[in-house]
């Protein structure tokens, strides 16, 4: 059997004023995506798998991307017209494996995924196209028409993207080696949920994936999964969706998805981000001794926020926070005047608010510039990053490791790459909503959740929403149950 592979993966942040483009995609073509086996990603997943089942597999294409702003339009068109030539010419397969993450926005394009899955099938033809999904992604009518099954993330942090990889390329060899008869059942809720109970591990949010999880183990079950949407990526389809494959009863899918929908709807007011004034948290920061982590979710590079907010650091010069802090930041310019004055020099820079200027205000500071890099790094999972010229200035007891491009502030690669050890520190400020935790928890004493401005700010109702579907939880106060449920 011969098995297309494929993967057009990035996570728009429609309040992000800034336009993602070509440079912040890593694209790779034909046979270079086999070497892509060895990382502990989707397409890691899937080539291992499929390598033990002794099939094919025919690379194609591969484009992702650092969450941003939303693809500007002759660019997106670009990427997606070079992955349709890539899987046109390889199109004498007998069935494909596409590794999506489901939350892409163009300036204009609100469903770029549900276009590149419409026209692949148009190019395929009556094979089966087996899809896989962050489980933020944003379903849409037509990727759920034109995929045979679709599988997401089982894990909140993401841990299982190597897991899904395989998940999705054993459902594809289902389809292909039995008389399997792929069935979907899909439930729209109307709601956006966030905050801790949405960590798999421990909150309510666990339960609904191992529902999923028992479906995934019986007779019946293809896939399944909860999509809660990225509540930043406004377009008409933004909510909460459960999906169900199943191997052809209708009926029970249907079944067993409303059970799964149920749960979600009746738990939604626990799905509600606590947050912490920046004062409180600062003085929670100078108690008893170890690491503070600041989650700073609202300029979350991994959610698509611009990376340019400086309100942590003025939060710790205002209030004279006593220890040692790290902090990431995107700021061009301030990198271009660091490598202007060279490594040793102490220069005055204005530090964020380059790219969010409505958001975001720069601050000026005398900085010592400690480091300077060309930005290149591996994350953990053996993906490459690139964080373009990278400089780590000093502001007082204040570290910043400031990029030029956006990264993803997750797992602690992206500062060794840097030579910043974050246990070393009193405190590190972490641009992500959860997904550090699973690289932070054991060095931890304590994770505070900060409310600040941003364009990811999981306080929700404080950002403009004008593409999503209305009335939706929480952003409205009347919100009825979908037909489904009642």
Sequence with gaps: MRILLAAFKQETATFNPARSTREHFEIVRGKDL????DTRSELGGALTRLAEAGVEVVPTY?????????????????LVDEMLASVRANRDVDGALIVFHGAMAGVTEMDPEGRVLAAARALLGDVPIVTT?????????????????????????????????QRGANCLLRLLETDARPTVARIKLPMLVRGDELITATGRFGQAIEMC??????????????????????????????????????????????????????NRGHFVAPLTPLAKAIQIAEGDGGLTVFSDAADATSSGASGDSNAALKGLIEHDYSGTALLPLVDAPAVQKALRAGLGATIRVALGGSIDRQRHQPIECDAYVQSLSDGHFLYSDGLPGQAGPTTVLRVGRYTLMVTTLPVNIMDRHVFMACGLLPEHFDLVVCKSPNGFRPHFEHIASRIIAVDLPGSTSANLRSLPFVRCPRP???????????????
């Design 472 to 486: 939706i939880f929480p952003l409205d106060e009347q919100v009825e149950a979908p037909a489904e449920l009642t």
């Design 62 to 78: 591969a484009a992702w991307a650092v969450s941003g702003g939303p693809v500007d339009d002759g660019e997106l068109d670009a």
């Design 34 to 37: 086999l070497a892509l086996s």
């Design 133 to 165: 999904f962050d489980l933020h992604g944003v379903m849409t009518d037509r990727l759920v028409e034109h995929a045979d099954a679709i599988v997401p993330f089982h894990t909140y942090p993401h841990v299982d993207q190597y897991e899904t990889g």
């Design 213 to 266: 999880r028992e479906i995934e183990a019986s007779e019946k079950g293809l896939a399944a999964g909860v999509f809660i949407g990225n509540p930043f990526t406004d377009v008409p389809d933004l909510r909460s969706n459960v999906v169900i494959t199943a191997d052809g009863d209708a009926a029970w899918a249907q079944q067993k998805a409303a059970e799964i929908a149920r749960f979600m709807w009746d």
